[in-house]
């Protein structure tokens, strides 16, 4: 009987006016009275997680809807507030299970890798109102022609999966999505990876030459289709292992600071 009861509450979707009430409730707390632009967010986020539009929660999305940006004008590489008040609300919530944990069985988080809200039972039930978001991660490309260029590249790859799973936790390394075989089959690669509930799309290309190594990487939000942030990093050339690692490290620690991670 007991473990009947555990499988229809592991079966049983949340009902909205749970979520709302708990949304609420985090809303009156004194971490959230005074502040409008987090409550408003908080609200604009739950709303979305119900109605289940992942697409209406892209940053562009949210810094039209929310922070009142001009549709014209805003480009959200240059202007950071969604990625700075995501990462300000996903602390928010934390100090706010820390200290009210116990006045509430359900769970609202700003998951890494996203801005859709995971909405759960506390008590550790797998009973998500939405998946966890997740990582994809296209497998880098070595554009250059030296003989080492093309295992360096994968074995950057690789350290770089290793180090973000250390960091992120779930992700999706892809390779089962991107196969080989042209623009048709990359097209479907990508919406495969959107229904498969993935926010962001991680990919970018090797340069080698005499003097350097340059590592072009970019984020792409699945939802809105553009780039969501871009960075290229150079380094004396060298094909170690060491090196590597230490590009890895780098870029995984890039991320963190564009999702606002501690």
């Not at 359900?106 to 009973?127: A, D, H, Q």
């Amino acid at each position: 009987m007991i473990t009947m009861k555990k499988t229809e509450e592991i079966l049983t979707p949340i009902p909205v006016t749970e979520v709302h009430a708990a949304c609420e409730l985090i809303l009156a707390s004194n971490l959230f009275t005074n502040a409008p632009r987090m409550r408003r967010l908080l609200r604009f986020l739950v709303d979305k997680a119900i109605i289940g539009t992942a697409q209406d929660t892209s940053e562009y999305a949210i810094g039209i809807e929310v922070f009142d940006r001009n549709a014209t004008v805003y480009n959200t590489n240059e202007d950071p507030i969604v990625r700075v008040q995501v990462g300000r609300l996903r602390r928010k919530l934390k100090a706010y299970y820390a200290i009210h944990g116990t006045d509430t069985d359900i769970e609202i988080l700003i998951s890494i890798g996203g801005y859709l809200p995971v909405i759960r039972r506390m008590g550790g039930v797998n009973n998500d109102f939405m998946k966890i978001p997740m990582f994809a991660i296209h497998p880098f490309k070595c554009i250059s022609h030296t003989g080492d260029g093309e295992p360096f590249t994968q074995g950057l790859h690789d350290e770089l999966v290793h180090q973000l799973f250390k960091v992120f936790g779930k992700i999706i390394v892809a390779r089962s999505f991107f196969m080989p075989g042209g623009a048709d089959k990359e097209r479907r690669a990508y919406k495969n990876i959107t229904r498969a509930g993935v926010n962001h799309r991680l990919e970018g290309s090797i340069q080698i030459d005499s003097e350097r190594i340059r590592a072009s990487v970019r984020l792409i939000d699945a939802s809105a289709g553009c780039i969501a942030w871009s960075e290229q990093f150079n380094r004396k050339a060298s094909l170690a292992i060491s090196l590597q690692e230490e590009l890895a490290t780098s870029i995984c620690d890039a991320l963190k600071g564009f999702f606002c991670y501690e």
